[in-house]
């Protein structure tokens, strides 16, 4: 009983030490360097109070009041060059903040409320030139979303509501040519979708099932031509493929299940005979014929 009484007491001495701090403590490593100095009013942390790196270089200093971080954060990398700079209010960030890069340049800019980034945020390269350009709304992305090329140019233009993305969303070349167009439902990209070459050429005609490659999908070269034309099922290829020539002449048909070739594939010469019929089974060939222009059976050889 005296035992648990005098632990009680202790305790008590040494709450009663805590609650009558004031001003400045300090603390500091094992090998003594300093560590942080406390700042303290009532027992409780006020004012501003530094920590450092065991290298004995600022780390941070963070305005305190009733024990709540309440004003400026300034945090520092160990070069003692500024990270980042921020504002609390009652232990929420609140206020403008920015980030910068190792060397000091600033690298990122927006503003908090009640612990969530709220309107227009700002990234930054290392050259100083705007990187992306995004709108919050309650920590989530909200609005049209940009990001740029370090010459200046648009990069890409995404939309998004309540931070799930939608509608078109576009990206560009450094030359300002639309790259890429596509569709957004419920944050996956969905229905048609156009992809161009660099010299503003159709590249690529899409269909898209909620992220997932779906319907005919037609691919072209760069001098416009027809190269290819595939059937897809959520992702898969599944149906019939096609290639053609450079003369738009019909070149290869082939059956596919599941990604696999499955089936009958035919390829055909340039001036339309057929040439070889080749039969696979889950993507194994299993049986090839050989064809003469007048569509002589030549060779035959099962696998």
Request: hydrophobic share 30%; proline share 2%.
């Amino acid at each position: 009983m005296k035992i648990v009484f005098a632990n009680t007491a202790l305790m008590l001495f040494l709450s009663s030490l805590t609650l009558a701090q004031q001003g400045e403590v300090r603390h500091f490593f094992p090998d003594g360097k300093l560590k942080e100095i406390m700042n303290y009013s009532n027992g409780k942390l006020s004012g501003k109070n530094y920590f450092y790196y065991p290298t004995g270089i600022l780390k941070s200093v963070i305005e305190f009041k009733n024990n709540l971080k309440n004003g400026q954060c300034l945090n520092y990398y160990e070069s003692g060059v500024l990270y980042e700079s921020l504002q609390y209010s009652d232990d929420l960030l609140n206020g403008p903040f920015k980030t910068y890069y190792p060397e000091g340049k600033l690298k990122e800019s927006g503003n908090y409320k009640n612990g969530l980034i709220e309107s227009d945020y700002f990234i930054y390269y290392e050259s100083g030139v705007l990187k992306s350009k995004y709108f919050f709304k309650s920590g989530k992305k909200d609005g049209l979303q940009l990001d740029y090329y370090e010459t200046g140019k648009v990069k890409a233009e995404a939309n998004y509501s309540n931070d799930i993305q939608i509608g078109i969303n576009k990206w560009f070349y450094e030359s300002g040519l639309l790259m890429k167009e596509l569709n957004y439902e419920d944050g996956k990209p969905n229905g048609p979708a156009k992809e161009f070459y660099e010299n503003g050429v159709l590249k690529a005609e899409k269909n898209y099932d909620y992220s997932h490659l779906s319907g005919i999908n037609k691919f072209f070269s760069e001098d416009g031509r027809l190269q290819s034309e595939i059937s897809y099922k959520r992702g898969y290829k599944e149906g019939i493929a096609k290639t053609f020539y450079p003369s738009g002449k019909l070149w290869t048909e082939q059956n596919y299940s599941l990604d696999q070739l499955d089936g009958e594939t035919k390829i055909y010469r340039e001036n339309g005979s057929l040439w070889f019929i080749e039969i696979y089974q889950k993507g194994k060939l299993v049986e090839s014929k050989e064809f003469t222009e007048e569509g002589k059976l030549v060779n035959e050889k099962t696998y």
